[in-house]
């Protein structure tokens, strides 16, 4: 089973395949992945997973991530 990511322990990425992981390379519960050509992806404080696509005016949800505690929500965005 995957560990569960926390913004606390590792941070968040996207891999090769576009798919969220933590720092150690597991894959968020249930899996997020994001579609190409995004400007901007954005987790909120509820786990709600966000992504402004290329050429789009308003963020579209794309998943949810149940495994994630957010601590700081000032930080609560992904690297890469």
Do not use: W
């Not at 891999?15 to 969220?20: K, R, V």
């Amino acid at each position: 089973m995957a560990r569960q990511p926390t913004l606390e322990t590792a941070l968040l990425k996207l891999d090769a395949n576009g798919t969220i992981v933590n720092s150690d390379g597991y894959q968020l519960i249930p899996q997020i992945t994001v579609p190409c050509k995004c400007d901007a992806i954005s987790i909120g404080t509820d786990g709600t997973v966000s992504v402004l696509q290329a050429g789009e005016a308003d963020m579209a949800q794309i998943g949810t991530d149940r495994t994630s505690t957010f601590h700081k929500p000032s930080r609560s965005s992904l690297d890469g």
